[in-house]
DNA sequence: GAGCACTGC
């Protein structure tokens, strides 16, 4: 295997290589003839093939913008959106923003002039909603497809819909090579309005298949199953380091203590190594991690040491590491999901599926030939599903329903799915929103109320708090708790070890009614003491990006509202100082939007939900973990392993529940 | 007395 060492260098990794050479190079005319020809393409091709950069170029090239038409590009993710942009403009040679621009929350690098526009998939449904037909673009490309997330499936279905009134449109879905069969048959079986019967038309979507990988991947099955499958994948990693030719190791596990138990047991393990051999630098990757700490995975490792990196799913598709040449997958993922009778979210480890599990083999193979070891037989990989659950079959489907409902689909239960969700999820969505009064007795959307909360980009119940807020005389305070809320987290800075002082800062923050009033009370001390003086973040261990972020949430809500008319009073009282009324206000009003999530506690500190089926433990985050309390509202319910937790919780009154929901509560209490 | 894979408006 000598042969190996130093091979790397002399290739150019696939994302740098001049575009002329990228496999998709030859195919530019058959590509453009297929889009002419037919209303819809899908493009097949891996990683590194160029579809994403190179098209939207081809396109332009061959005078799809020439009408003013622009060529939209959807991405899954934030980060893809900007980065393709970015490497685009500059093939083209442009300034950002200008001929190639992207849109995504919060950042807009378009102009008048911009005719390749990259955005996220959620954007694009939003913008949907002003201009419905999508008139602006000439051309569409769902990039990810494959990913099955919500956006694209939804993007899928009004696009399929777009394109009855608008047969010029041409829209190209890139998927990776499993489900290619699938986006051109849901485009070329069309749904009779009236009937519901499906009828096949000429066919009108065409596939075509992009050269794939550049470097082969050898994949190695155990001959037996693992016991200990975090066990086994220390011991590959040992076995790969003593064995196998030069190149970093990218272990695949499913969550955060895993991954710092391997850290931690290969660090020590690696010790007892022989005395001049070639070390071991193991490091986690996963999302909880703070940017910097992420960043390591991206360095070179120092002189004789080997990079080893434990990471999430993370890996799989959002971030990419050079110089992986071994990939160890354990075969398991966290997967969410949602309980359509209980609205209870899970987080559990599950199989992964063979798409997923050759997407985490294909990490190992971008620079050089791979290896890719696999934890399980390869009896068990193939009993593996061919491909995860798509998102919008598992979710809480309340905000989409509601945005569906926006774009003036009245009969949800007929949009044309990729895949259709299961009709409980879909009556939950439709429960809930219907008692959060967005829609009527004809399940129709209500004005203004439903269709103000579809245009808040924030969740239904947080929706309605908002728009309760003005006649609580609590609107300022809202728009802070729901940006606040709306972070998902990663609020405080969490150093190694450190524990004890994170607590403690915490509880500097901490308010007797419970976590929104904490977190209300954590963003006035940072927008009054945070912004100017530079060590208060790093005083009270608060992460300044994380609030930065808050603040531009808070702004484009209370820009929102001001549009609906409403008037946003911005006189910057504490909860202290503005009395208890105020803090009681913003607990009715919380009430308004989040009786479903009400729950009371027993005397063991535990709480039961209001119909008394589900034990709920309040989570170590939250102030009411160890606190007294009697019945409380809370923003998230979720199970993990066997404990079901509630995040973010506030006191409030059982009465204000009859108050607020008499209809919700009538039979229940 | 103990913990959230990931993405997005």
């Keep these: 295997m000598a042969a190996d060492l130093d091979l790397g260098a002399a290739f150019i990794p696939a994302l740098h290589k001049p575009s002329a050479l990228l496999p998709i190079a030859k195919h530019r005319e058959t590509l453009l003839y297929m889009i002419e020809t037919y209303p819809v393409t899908v493009v097949v091709g891996q990683t590194g093939s160029g579809k994403s950069t190179q098209i939207p170029q081809y396109l332009e090239q061959a005078g799809w913008c020439a009408d003013g038409g622009v060529i939209g590009i959807t991405q899954p993710r934030r980060v893809a959106a900007t980065t393709v942009a970015i490497r685009v403009a500059e093939e083209v040679g442009c300034e950002i923003g200008k001929e190639v621009g992207y849109s995504i929350r919060f950042e807009d690098a378009t102009s008048a002039t911009t005719r390749i526009k990259f955005l996220t998939d959620g954007l694009l449904i939003r913008e949907a909603l002003v201009d419905p037909l999508l008139s602006r673009y000439s051309v569409i490309m769902v990039d990810e497809a494959h990913e099955r997330s919500i956006s694209s499936d939804i993007l899928l279905g009004l696009l399929k819909k777009i394109r009855k009134k608008r047969p010029e449109l041409r829209i190209i879905i890139s998927s990776a090579t499993l489900q290619a069969e699938d986006f051109a048959n849901f485009f070329s079986e069309s749904t ?103 960043m390591y995975v991206f360095e070179e490792a120092p002189a004789n040491f080997r990079k080893v990196i434990f990471s999430t799913n993370i890996s799989e598709a959002s971030v990419t590491i050079d110089g992986i040449v071994y990939v160890v997958d354990c075969g398991f993922v966290k997967l969410r999901a949602y309980n359509p009778q209980t609205g209870i979210e899970t987080l559990t480890a599950t199989p992964v599926s063979k798409a997923s599990a050759a997407q985490r083999a294909g990490r190992a193979g971008r620079t050089k030939p791979g290896k890719c070891f696999r934890l399980y037989t390869e009896e068990a990989c193939q009993g593996l599903s ?4 798509p998102e919008i079959q598992r979710s809480n489907l309340a905000p989409f329903v509601l945005q569906l409902k926006a774009l003036g689909i009245d009969n949800v239960l007929r949009f044309d799915f990729l ?23 004809y399940a129709k959307l209500t004005k203004p109320l439903g269709l103000r909360m579809a245009e808040l980009a924030v969740e239904p119940m947080m929706a309605k708090t908002l728009l309760s807020a003005p006649s609580f005389g609590c609107l300022s305070e809202i728009l802070t708790i729901a940006a606040m809320t709306s972070l998902g987290g990663g609020i405080w800075i969490q150093h190694d070890g450190g524990k004890k002082e994170a607590e403690s800062a915490k509880r500097k923050f901490a308010v007797e009614e419970g976590d929104h009033l904490a977190l209300l009370n954590v963003y006035q001390t940072f927008i009054t003491k945070g912004r100017k003086e530079a060590r208060f973040c790093h005083d009270n261990l608060i992460n300044f990006k994380t609030m930065t972020r808050a603040v531009s949430i808070r702004g484009q809500l209370k820009r929102y509202l001001e549009r609906f008319g409403v008037a946003v009073d911005e006189s910057l009282a504490t909860p202290s100082a503005s009395g208890a009324s105020k803090a009681e206000q913003i607990r009715r009003c919380l009430t308004t939007g989040y009786f479903a999530h009400a729950a009371r506690m027993q005397p063991d500190g535990t709480f039961r939900n209001v119909s008394g089926t589900t034990v709920l433990h309040a989570h170590p985050s939250s102030i009411m973990f160890n606190r007294k309390a009697d019945w409380v509202i809370f923003h998230e319910v979720m199970e993990t392993g066997d404990k079901t937790f509630i995040r973010d919780i506030t006191k409030i009154e059982k009465s204000w529940l009859l108050e607020y929901a008499p209809e919700f509560y009538k039979t229940s209490s």
């Design 192 to 294: 009779d309005e009236a009937t519901g019967e499906g009828r096949q038309e000429k066919r009108a979507a065409a596939i075509v298949s992009l050269e794939g990988r550049t470097y082969p991947i050898d994949t190695l099955y155990l001959e037996a199953p693992a016991e200990d499958y975090l066990e086994k994948a220390i011991s590959t990693v040992f076995d790969i380091h003593t064995h196998e030719s030069k190149g970093d190791i990218l272990v695949f596990l499913t969550g955060r203590e895993e991954i710092d138990q391997a850290v931690q047991a290969v660090s020590e393990r690696s010790a007892q190594l022989p005395q001049g051999s070639e070390s071991i630098l193991p490091l986690p990757l996963y999302a909880g991690l703070s940017t910097e700490q992420q």
């Design 386 to 389: 061919e491909a995860n659950v």
């Design 419 to 441: 895949t259709p969700p299961p009709a409980e999820l879909m009556m939950r969505a439709i429960e809930l929103l219907y008692s959060l009064g967005a829609l009527d007795d």
